[in-house]
């Protein structure tokens, strides 16, 4: 009897899982279709592979367009301190000129700054106050241009951030575009 209940609860347990799972992938899915038709930056494949990604790391995943921006705009400031970190590496590698290191440590600061920026976007999502977060994501997005713009200001230099950039710039888009949905329903 006791090794039936046990399967039981082990089945049930794996039920719940799948479906939770299953309704998160959808939503994912569903949210990431109707903003890459409304925002022409978005990369649907991209916004599903990443928001996937991350949400499997969630337990629980989010269940509504809220916790998306939530777990996207997460995922944003987690890249955005991974870039601070490769930032911090490249400044140490002796083989960039003074001019690419200058640009450098301007993407440090910009890329230091925007965390402050998503902190207070997360924040603004939660106590639903939707204009203060479209402002803080929309001031972390420009950064990646900013930064990748400044390489391209002196002939000849390349970024060596540009796959990065890019990176960090889709998945503000995420963000902004998932808020704008939240914001045409209030």
Request: proline residues 3%.
């Amino acid at each position: 009897m006791k090794f039936s209940s046990y399967l039981l609860i082990l089945f049930i347990f794996l039920f719940l899982f799948v479906f939770q799972s299953s309704n998160s992938s959808n939503l994912i899915s569903q949210s990431c279709k109707e903003a890459s038709k409304n925002d022409p930056n978005l990369k649907y494949d991209f916004c599903v592979e990443s928001l996937e990604d991350g949400s499997s790391k969630l337990q629980p995943p989010p269940s509504n367009l809220e916790g998306l921006v939530c777990m996207s705009t997460q995922l944003t400031k987690s890249n955005g301190s991974n870039m601070v970190s490769m930032i911090s590496k490249l400044l140490k590698d002796k083989s960039y000129n003074q001019y690419v290191k200058a640009c450098l440590r301007d993407c440090f600061d910009l890329y230091s700054d925007s965390l402050w920026d998503l902190d207070d976007a997360v924040v603004a999502i939660k106590q639903k106050d939707f204009d203060t977060a479209a402002i803080k994501l929309s001031a972390s997005l420009d950064n990646s241009d900013t930064c990748e713009d400044q390489f391209k200001e002196k002939k000849g230099e390349t970024s060596p951030l540009t796959k990065e950039n890019q990176v960090y710039f889709q998945l503000n888009v995420i963000s902004l575009a998932f808020l704008q949905m939240i914001r045409q329903h209030y």
